[in-house]
Nanobody, 120 residues
Framework: QVQLVESGGGLVQAGGSLRLSCAAS????????MGWYHQAPGKQRELVAS?????????NYADSVKGRFTIVSDNAKNTVYLQMSSLKREDTAVYYC????????????WGQGTQVTVSS
């Protein structure tokens, strides 16, 4: 079982920045990919950004955050970060860290979530 612990959420004004951290209880090289999702009230959980761990660290971003958010993995610290800049009110949501292992079967692990609130 993999535990993921998020931190770094909070209240920020529009245009500001936050950095979210996700610390994993196991070496993240045992995962195929890690990512961040967010879920606003009354909406489905959506992918914000992901990074492959076993395939060269390629990244993928939701169109709404491209150019504003950056996902980075620090394999030595078993931690994945989401640097968020130029925050908008619509970024307000609970942000969840995800780790995915593909073999022998696909398994997803989730953190408990951290609230990000962007005020105008």
């Amino acid at each position: 079982q993999v535990q993921l612990v998020e931190s770094g959420g909070g209240l920020v004004q529009a245009g500001g920045s936050l950095r979210l951290s996700c610390a994993a209880s196991q070496i993240i090289f045992s995962m195929n990919a890690m990512g961040w999702y967010h879920q606003a009230p009354g909406k489905q959980r959506e992918l914000v950004a992901s990074i492959t761990i076993t395939s060269g660290g390629s990244t993928n971003y939701a169109d709404s955050v491209k150019g504003r958010f950056t996902i980075v993995s620090d394999n030595a610290k078993n931690t994945v970060y989401l640097q968020m800049s130029s925050l908008k009110r619509e970024d307000t949501a609970v942000y969840y860290c995800n780790a995915r292992r593909n073999f022998p079967t696909i398994v997803n692990y989730w953190g408990q979530g951290t609230q990000v609130t962007v005020s105008s």
